[in-house]
C-alpha cells in the first residue's frame, strides 16, 4: 500500500502566487511537488490543509500526499529543505493514517492578521505585517471581536466571489494581542498624538482567530472591518448588526494580504505527534 | 547659517553594499541622498554614525548633514520616507547643534548579531539571522565573552585588511539573550537531540556587544568565535589567550554579515532628544 506522509510546513508568502497550484504558476504547491518529484522521481499531487491567497504567510501549514517512496519519515525534513527555495521550510515530516486528509481531517485552524500602528513601517516586518499609519483603539477593537465568536452565517464576512453552498462556520476564539516594538519618538509628538488620538495607542496588534473553517477573505475582512472598529468608524455594538445583516457591503474592507498568516492548524485526537517547542 | 539635521534611520540591508557610497553604487547612503536631493533641490553628503558592510542591517543608526532648507524638522521623516524605498526607514528628525557629528560625537555603539539555532531556519527572519545547524552550549559562550569586556587589543578580533592605527577599544557590555520560537520537534527528536548535544541548546541567541567603537569585522569575528566556544571547539577561558596572541589567525571565522544589525548609537549628554518608545 502507498504511504500517507505528512509535512508540517511554513512560507513567506511574498514572492507566490498563494498556495494552490493554478494556470500562472509560481505556487507554493508547485515548490512543493517540483521538490518532491526530484526527491523520489514521482509525480506527486499534495494535500493542503487550506489554500492561503496571493502574498498571505504560513507559519504552520500541514500538507499529505501518498507516495511509493521507501525514504524513512525521519529524512523528509531536510531532503526536502535541500531541493526547496529558503522562503519555503519543511519543520517536519510524519506518515499518517491511510484516511488522514490535511484539509478534511482539520478541526480548527487559527490565522493571525498584524497591524503596525506605528509612526513609521518596520522595516524587518515590512512583508509580515499591515502599517496603518494613526493609532487604533484597541479596546473598542477587542470588544467588537467578541461579537464574531460563536456560530454564524458569515456572508457580511466574505467575498461575494464565495461558491460555499453555506456561510455557516463557528469561530472558537478571537482575541488580540499587543506588542511594544522600536518607533523613535520623542515625549513631545507622544503627547501630541494622546491629544490628536484620545484612547487609542500605537504599538504592534496581533489578531488572531481560530476556527473550523473560513470562507474566502473571511480572515482579511474580519481584520479590515476591526481597524475601522478600532478607527472609531464603526461601533463595536455594531459588529452584531454587520453579522446578521448578511452582506458584504456592511462590513469593512478587505485587508490586504501581506498582513495574514496562517498560524496553526490542529487535528485533534488524530495527530497528538508533534509538539511545538 | 546653515542647518545640521540628525536623522534616525533604520534599514535591511540585504539588497544594498553596505551603508557608505562606494563605486560600484547602490549604497544606503546613495539612497539617502538621492531622496533628500529631490526633497531640497540639494546635493547634500550625509554622514553616517558608522559603515556598515554589504548585508548588514541597521536597526537604529544616527545620520546628520547640513541643508539650506527651511523644512520644519518635523516635517523631515514624512518627506523622506515617501522619497525612500520600503526596506530604509527615517525613524525621526531633530536639529542639532553645529558641531555634532553623527560618528565623532558618538559615545557607545551597540550591535546585535543573531544565530538561529532551530532544526530549521526561520523563513521570516531568514534574512536577519545565521542558522546555526546543530545546539550551542550558551553558558559557555556567556562565559568566553567575559574576557572580552572592558578596553583591550583587538587585533585578533579584526580583519587583518583594517587600516587603523590603534587596534584598542574598549567593550562596555557583550551578553547573550536567548529567546524560543517556534520550532516543530517531537518530543522523541528532543530526547535524541539531547543526548547528541548534551548542555547545548537550541533557540534563538542574540548576542549584543556595546563599546566605543568597533573594528572592520569585529562584531562578525565575534560572532564566529563565540559560535565555536558554543560548539566546544574553544574553552571559554581560551579567550583572553586568544585576545593576548593580537593575532587574527587565533580566533574563529567571520560570521556571515546577514546576521548582524547595528542596533543602537547613543550621544550621552549631547544626544537626550528622544525616546525609544
Known amino acids: 500500500m502507498r504511504r500517507n506522509i505528512c509535512v508540517v510546513i511554513g512560507y513567506d508568502g511574498t514572492d507566490y502566487n498563494g498556495f494552490q497550484s493554478q494556470p500562472g504558476g509560481n505556487t507554493v504547491q508547485d515548490k512543493l511537488e517540483d521538490a518532491l518529484l526530484t526527491l523520489t522521481g514521482e509525480n506527486i499531487r499534495v494535500t493542503g ?152 495607542q500605537r504599538g504592534i496588534i496581533h489578531l488572531y482567530v481560530t476556527g473550523n473553517g473560513f470562507l474566502y477573505n473571511m480572515v482579511r475582512i474580519i481584520a479590515g472591518t476591526m481597524m475601522q472598529v478600532g478607527e472609531g468608524k464603526i461601533a463595536p455594538e455594531h459588529i452584531s448588526d454587520i453579522l446578521n445583516a448578511r452582506d458584504r457591503s456592511r462590513a469593512g474592507p478587505t485587508a490586504v494580504p501581506h498582513g495574514l498568516t496562517l498560524w496553526n492548524v490542529e487535528y485533534g485526537e488524530t495527530l497528538p505527534l508533534t509538539d511545538h517547542v
Chains 1, 2 share one sequence.
Not at 484539509?103 to 498584524?114: G, I, V
Not at 461575494?160 to 516594538?181: G, V
Request: charged share 25%; hydrophobic share 30%; glycine share 4%.
Open 49 to 200: 490543509s487550506g489554500r492561503t491567497d496571493a502574498g498571505v504567510h504560513a507559519r504552520s501549514m500541514h500538507v499529505n500526499f501518498r507516495t511509493d517512496s521507501h525514504i524513512p519519515a525521519s529524512r523528509w525534513t531536510l531532503a526536502l529543505n535541500a531541493r526547496l527555495p529558503d522562503d519555503i521550510v519543511v519543520h517536519s515530516a510524519f506518515e499518517v493514517p491511510d484516511d488522514f486528509h490535511a484539509r478534511r481531517t482539520a478541526s480548527r485552524k487559527t490565522y493571525r492578521y498584524t497591524i503596525n500602528c506605528n509612526k513609521n513601517p518596520d522595516v524587518f516586518r515590512r512583508k509580515y505585517e499591515f502599517h496603518h499609519h494613526t493609532p487604533l483603539n484597541v479596546e473598542a477593537m477587542r470588544e467588537g471581536l467578541q461579537h464574531l465568536i460563536g456560530e454564524h452565517d458569515f456572508s457580511s464576512f466574505t467575498s461575494p466571489l464565495s461558491t460555499k453552498p453555506s456561510h455557516i462556520r463557528t469561530l472558537y476564539e478571537a482575541r488580540l494581542e499587543t506588542e511594544h516594538r522600536y518607533d523613535v519618538f520623542s515625549s513631545a509628538m507622544a503627547e501630541a498624538d494622546a491629544k490628536r488620538y484620545p484612547g487609542k
